[in-house]
């Protein structure tokens, strides 16, 4: 089992930049592929981005490609996710997820860990 704690949310104006990170602690780190996922008021929680086990396969969103970028260090057992060039319709409550096995997935329902989440707020 693995334990994952968010950070690294706030208030941010439009084009602006924000680094989440995801602390994970218990099992290894590195038996798990990571996702990012959000969810907005009123909208079903969707995929932004994940990463393979040892950060050699990433896939995001259309909706976020080229602006953001998903990245871990084993090492510190954490993963991120820089966020730039933030639009108003990046608000949304951010939960970084853990999948047991090497290879990320687009799909919620294949994840087996969940963080808290933390809020992203871009104004206009």
């Known amino acids: 089992q693995v334990q994952l704690v968010e950070s690294g949310g706030g208030l941010v104006q439009a084009g602006g930049s924000l680094r989440l990170s995801c602390a994970a602690s218990?099992?290894?780190?590195?038996?798990?592929?990571m996702g990012w996922f959000r969810q907005a008021p009123g909208k079903e929680r969707e995929f932004v981005a994940a990463?393979?086990?040892?950060?050699?396969?990433?896939y995001y969103d259309d909706s976020v490609k080229g602006r953001f970028t998903i990245s871990r260090d084993n090492a510190k057992n954490t993963l991120y996710l820089q966020m730039n060039s933030l639009k108003p319709e990046d608000t949304a409550v951010y939960y970084c997820?853990?999948?047991?096995?090497?290879?990320?997935?687009?799909?919620?329902?294949?994840?087996?860990?969940w963080g808290q989440g933390t809020q992203v707020t871009v104004s206009s």
């Open positions: 218990g099992r290894t780190f590195s038996s798990y592929a």
């Open positions: 997820a853990a999948r047991s096995g090497r290879w990320a997935t687009t799909a919620d329902e294949r994840y087996d860990y």
């Open positions: 990463i393979s086990w040892d950060g050699g396969h990433t």
